[in-house]
């Protein structure tokens, strides 16, 4: 069974440029979940997506960043214009609701963010 | 969610057991514990997770105290390849699937 894949692994940009990352989550799973690590901190949560629909939106900086699911399938993360600050990992995620049997989340490999 | 508390960092002989404690004294009746890890440039991997009984899996083990209020995850043989950031998470089950909130976490290193 294949993964949770991101793309691209790596990308840089230039401040004031637009970038969009992809999440092909793990088929199936209904939930998707999008997190970032920016340097020297915490890994954070942005949003989750249960199918289609933006579950929690709570996580997103501002309104620069722009999620979406289409279909309920792969997910995309816009950033547009990107700042310097945007530099960091972005995480995706995804998983199956099994009640309380557990919801372990599902990590892609990342990709790597850096504005210039 | 409650709040837990771990060592900033950790090192563990090769082949020895790791045990990584993991304080959660304000864990409230329905909330699990979650252990996850992230190895170097490699996404976080869920490692393990409970209620109130001891768990034992493929990867590692996950001892709770009697009163809830502490955690341990215990990798038995630990290899080169366990040297990772490990997060102990403590999440409400009975609100469907959510968001995970990751602290510093325990670095743990692995000496040959």
């Known amino acids: 069974e294949a993964g949770v894949t991101q793309f691209p692994s790596h990308s840089v940009i230039e401040k004031g440029q637009t970038v969009t990352l992809r999440c092909d989550p793990i088929?199936?799973?209904?939930?998707l979940y999008w997190y970032r690590r920016v340097m020297g901190k915490e890994i954070k949560f942005l949003l989750h997506?249960?199918?289609?629909?933006?579950?929690?939106e709570s996580g997103m900086p501002n309104n620069r960043f722009l999620a979406e699911r289409t279909g309920g399938t792969y997910s995309t993360l816009k950033v547009q214009p990107a700042e310097l600050e945007d530099s960091g990992v972005y995480f995706c995620?995804?998983?199956?609701?099994?009640?309380?049997?557990?919801?372990?989340?599902?990590f892609g490999p990342g990709t790597r963010l850096t504005v210039l | 969610d409650a709040k837990t508390t771990q060592p900033t960092s950790m090192d563990c002989a090769e082949g020895r057991a790791a045990n990584l404690p993991c304080n959660h004294s304000?864990?409230?009746?329905?909330?699990?514990v979650y252990w996850y890890r992230q190895i170097h440039s490699q996404g976080p991997q869920y490692i393990i997770h409970?209620?109130?009984n001891n768990e034992t899996n493929e990867m590692a083990s996950l001892i709770i105290t009697e009163d809830r209020k502490s955690s341990t995850l215990i990798l038995p043989h630990a290899t080169l390849r366990d040297t990772a950031v490990y997060y102990c998470?403590?999440?409400?089950?009975?609100?469907?699937?959510?968001?995970?909130?990751f602290g510093q976490g325990t670095r743990l290193t692995i000496n040959p």
């Open positions: 409970g209620l109130k």
């Open positions: 998470i403590v999440i409400a089950r009975n609100q469907g699937a959510q968001k995970l909130v």
């Open positions: 997506f249960v199918k289609e629909s933006k579950q929690d």
């Open positions: 304000t864990i409230s009746g329905n909330e699990y």
């Open positions: 088929s199936g799973h209904d939930n």
């Open positions: 995620a995804s998983s199956q609701e099994r009640g309380l049997f557990g919801t372990e989340q599902f």
